[in-house]
């Protein structure tokens, strides 16, 4: 599983970079066409790798309801995110993998509930989470270069 989260790590950096290089207003805007903007792309990532790998885990996240809540699948853009929020979510791009990796080494991921996933991959295991998280943020990415794009 240290693999896979390697691979995350890598994706985290570039989402990195797109805070790095993007203004506020950048980050929250919504081309024409599109339902959601680069922030919330970014965002999203981090929400789905609590879900898929902590909560069908039945363990705690590392985030709070209230974040889960605007970013989770089936949301969209409800407002615009400020700069204090996007140093919260660069935060989180990391930290929550550090914890990810020093919580696999503890060992505390005993159980998993089963996840059909809206492509038809059923998720069996915490390692089966990690790796469709990493396709699944592969997704976003393609999402993330074509908003840039439309910038």
């Known amino acids: 599983m240290k693999e896979q989260l390697e691979i995350t790590r890598t994706n985290r950096k570039t989402l990195e970079k797109i805070l790095d ?51 989770k699948k089936g949301t969209k853009t409800q407002h615009f995110v400020s700069q204090e929020e996007v140093e919260v979510i660069r935060g989180l791009l990391f930290s929550t993998l550090d914890k990810t990796e020093e919580d696999m080494d503890a060992g505390i991921f005993k159980s998993y509930k089963e996840y059909p ?23 976003h990415l393609g999402y993330i270069l074509a908003l840039k794009k439309s910038l």
């Open 21 to 71: 290089n993007y203004s506020l207003d950048q980050l929250n805007k919504v081309p024409e066409g599109f339902s959601n903007n680069l922030i919330w792309n970014i965002a999203h990532t981090i929400v789905t790798q609590q879900l898929l790998v902590y909560k069908l885990s039945g363990l705690p996240l590392m985030i709070d309801d209230t974040m889960v809540d605007l970013y």
């Open 117 to 139: 996933t809206s492509t038809g991959f059923v998720l069996q295991s915490v390692s089966d989470a990690m790796a469709f998280n990493n396709y699944h943020e592969g997704i």
